[in-house]
């Protein structure tokens, strides 16, 4: 260990230094070359203020030793043995701090970068040997990336539609080691998608370089507001799209022959919950009636009648009005119109609501009481209190007839609720 030392060891009555001297214990086997002295209390140790340097000073406190070279002598102050391990490495993705470098008894204890955990021996310590005493730990990655997955509010479905449209930003992962991560993987619907009503689950997980598996889970409940459902009328149909009470569905109302529409013909569903309109009921119109006094009651503050009269079936301007309301029944309806038609001469004439057949009694007895002539074209419109509005000896669009009934004062107010409600045509 240091060759270049020379050691004497003195006793009570000589020196060990001449030829075949030799080491004494216990310095014969470990220190070969060494030619050390022993002081007592009134001895000399081979000039001032030399000293033993470690390892000697711990393992033999009495043993002053010297060293010698081919031209100096080193017995000056200060002079010492030195011990030195080799070069400590870093351990990857980490680092050591030590207390005296790579010296005899320096202390290094090791630390690793964030996110990464020591295995092996946390402290290192350079021996005599010029040996550390424990082998180099390594810093492993054992910690998984960090990911945050949005949260989300419940989403309600868009009107008309069982479904909401529901977008959020994609998480990012975070790791706490070198940063390096996989692409974040989302198990469900990506956003931007349409999600239908009920509650779905997803998760977003992302691996980093050493394999460790961050995740997170998040939920989304889709709500559809409805309101209360509907029911088709008695003696009538109910036609609804989307799923019949949804918020932004519509739902249209027709009756069966001999039977007449009574309450709105379609009805929404608002966002409040309310169905616009009001209430629709099939209004059973007899023809077996007597009169036709009797006939107009049963129409009266409930519809308006729209009278079209011909001498025949052929007839020219018959033919091109009902052309003409072949596609207006919905504008009819919603200006609560019923259409009766008188064609024919008595006692070959015949008198129609809708499928309903009136006797030609009482068809004549109708056209008597308003006045309507036989032999040529008429057109009348009854007020729902049952007044003679207008009347045309022609034919006219289903526009120009919708715009004469928006005039009548009761319809002014029929059209406000309507708008409120949200009922109109579709064109």
């Known amino acids: 260990m240091f060759p270049s030392w020379r050691c004497t060891r003195t006793g009570a009555a000589q020196t060990v230094n001449g030829a075949g001297s030799h080491i004494a214990d216990p310095l014969d086997s470990m220190f070969p070359s060494w030619r050390c002295t022993r002081t007592g209390a009134a001895q000399?140790?081979?000039?001032?203020?030399?000293?033993?340097?470690?390892?000697?000073?711990?393992?033999?406190?009495?043993?002053?030793?010297?060293?010698?070279?081919?031209?100096?002598?080193?017995?000056?102050?200060?002079?010492?043995?030195?011990?030195?391990?080799?070069?400590?490495?870093?351990?990857?993705?980490?680092?050591?701090?030590?207390?005296?470098?790579?010296?005899?008894?320096?202390?290094?204890?090791?630390?690793?970068?964030?996110?990464?955990?020591?295995?092996?021996?946390?402290?290192?310590?350079?021996?005599?040997?010029?040996?550390w005493s424990s082998a180099i730990p390594t810093c492993t990655d054992v910690d998984p990336p960090k990911i945050k997955c949005p949260d989300l509010k419940d989403k309600w479905a868009e009107p008309g539609k069982l479904t909401a449209r529901v977008t959020w930003d994609t998480p990012e992962g975070v790791d706490t080691a070198d940063g390096i991560l996989t692409d974040v993987i989302l198990k469900g619907k990506p956003p931007k998608s349409d999600f239908p009503e009920g509650l779905h689950k997803m998760s977003y997980s992302v691996l980093d370089r050493a394999g460790n598996k961050g995740s997170c889970r998040f939920s989304l409940r889709v709500r559809v507001r409805r309101c209360s459902p509907l029911f088709p009328p008695d003696n009538g149909y109910m036609k609804c799209d989307g799923d019949g009470d949804n918020y932004g569905a519509s739902c249209q109302?027709?009756?069966?022959?001999?039977?007449?529409?009574?309450?709105?013909?379609?009805?929404?569903?608002?966002?409040?919950?309310?169905?616009?309109?009001?209430?629709?009921?099939?209004?059973?119109?007899?023809?077996?009636?007597?009169?036709?006094?009797?006939?107009?009651?049963?129409?009266?503050?409930?519809?308006?009648?729209?009278?079209?009269?011909?001498?025949?079936?052929?007839?020219?301007?018959?033919?091109?009005?009902?052309?003409?309301?072949?596609?207006?029944?919905?504008?009819?309806?919603?200006?609560?119109?019923?259409?009766?038609?008188?064609?024919?001469?008595?006692?070959?004439?015949?008198?129609?609501?809708?499928?309903?057949?009136?006797?030609?009694?009482?068809?004549?007895?109708?056209?008597?009481?308003?006045?309507?002539?036989?032999?040529?074209?008429?057109?009348?419109?009854?007020?729902?209190?049952?007044?003679?509005?207008?009347?045309?000896?022609?034919?006219?669009?289903?526009?120009?007839?919708?715009?004469?009934?928006?005039t009548f004062p009761l319809r002014k107010d029929e059209m406000l609720v309507q708008q409120e409600a949200g009922q109109a045509c579709q064109s």
Request: charged content about 15%.
């Open 44 to 131: 000399t140790v081979n000039g001032a203020g030399s000293h033993i340097a470690d390892p000697l000073d711990s393992m033999f406190p009495s043993w002053r030793c010297t060293r010698t070279g081919a031209a100096q002598t080193v017995n000056g102050a200060g002079s010492h043995i030195a011990v030195r391990c080799p070069k400590l490495d870093m351990p990857i993705n980490g680092g050591h701090k030590c207390s005296d470098g790579s010296y005899f008894n320096s202390r290094c204890e090791f630390f690793c970068a964030p996110g990464f955990t020591l295995k092996g021996q946390k402290t290192a310590t350079c021996q005599y040997n010029k040996m």
């Open 253 to 406: 109302f027709t009756c069966t022959g001999g039977f007449e529409l009574q309450g709105s013909s379609a009805r929404v569903c608002q966002y409040g919950l309310t169905w616009s309109g009001s209430d629709t009921t099939s209004m059973n119109i007899n023809v077996g009636v007597r009169s036709a006094a009797a006939l107009l009651d049963q129409f009266y503050e409930k519809r308006r009648l729209l009278i079209i009269s011909a001498p025949t079936a052929s007839n020219h301007n018959y033919r091109f009005q009902m052309t003409n309301l072949q596609h207006a029944q919905c504008g009819l309806d919603l200006r609560h119109v019923t259409v009766v038609e008188l064609v024919g001469i008595y006692p070959s004439q015949v008198g129609r609501i809708r499928h309903r057949l009136l006797p030609p009694g009482l068809a004549l007895q109708l056209r008597l009481l308003l006045r309507i002539p036989q032999r040529s074209f008429q057109m009348v419109i009854v007020d729902k209190q049952g007044i003679d509005k207008q009347r045309y000896p022609f034919p006219i669009t289903a526009a120009e007839l919708f715009t004469t009934i928006d």
